[in-house]
Structures are given as structure tokens and as C-alpha cells.
Nanobody, 125 residues
Framework: QVQLVESGGGLVQAGGSLRLSCAAS????????MGWFRQAPGKEREFVAA????????YYADSVKGRFTISRDNAKNTVSLEMNSLKPEDTAVYYC??????????????????WGRGTQVTVSS
């Protein structure tokens, strides 16, 4: 099992930027894909971005493509989400998640077995 702790959320105006970070511990971080998901009030949790175990492959939801960038530092056991050109519809609790299986790129929530507690991102118009 891996423990995940997100940080970096906050309140920002539309068009602004935020950088989320997720620190992992308890398992060999570099073997597993990592993902970011979000959940807005009254809505289901949705996929945002994922990065493969090596960092060589990434995948984004269409709604954030070109605005968000996921990255990882396997030496520091961290994964980050750089969010630019933020929109009010990006407002949600953002969750970091770790893949259940090693050596792949996953993006289905069912493929992720460990989740952080989330960090709130609020974008004002």
C-alpha cells in the first residue's frame, strides 16, 4: 500500500495558474503509474491526467489538454500537476492516485488502488 498526500490547492482567478503536488511513501514509487482525478460538488469523480511509471508517457482528459501538465520526479517520490489558464469549471477537489499494477499507463479509476485525501481548487470568475 502506498500513502499519498496532496498539496498546492487554493483559490485563484480565472486565467490563473496553480501547481499541485503529491508526495508518495510506502511502496516503490518509480514502478507505478500515477494519476490525478477531480470531483466537483454533485458530480462523479473524473479523470484529469496520468503519467506512466517511467514518466515517458502521459494522458490527459480532453477538458484539460493543452492547459494542464503532469510530471513526476521518481528520485523524490512526487508527482505534480501544473494547471494553467484555469476556468471556473476546473473547480473541484483534486485527488492523487497510484496504479495497482506496475509498468503501465493507466487512467481508469478502477485501475488505481491508493488515493490521497484531496486538495481543493477553486477558480473564481
Amino acid at each position: 500500500q502506498v500513502q499519498l498526500v496532496e498539496s498546492g490547492g487554493g483559490l485563484v482567478q480565472a486565467g490563473g495558474s496553480l501547481r499541485l503536488s503529491c508526495a508518495a511513501s510506502g511502496r516503490t514509487f518509480s514502478l507505478y503509474a500515477m494519476g490525478w482525478f477531480r470531483q466537483a460538488p454533485g458530480k462523479e469523480r473524473e479523470f484529469v491526467a496520468a503519467i506512466s511509471w517511467s514518466g515517458g508517457s502521459t494522458y490527459y482528459a480532453d477538458s484539460v489538454k493543452g492547459r494542464f501538465t503532469i510530471s513526476r520526479d521518481n528520485a523524490k517520490n512526487t508527482v505534480s500537476l501544473e494547471m494553467n489558464s484555469l476556468k471556473p469549471e476546473d473547480t473541484a477537489v483534486y485527488y492523487c492516485a497510484a496504479d495497482l499494477q506496475p509498468y503501465r499507463l493507466a487512467y481508469d479509476p478502477a485501475d488505481f488502488g491508493s488515493w490521497g485525501r484531496g486538495t481543493q481548487v477553486t477558480v473564481s470568475s
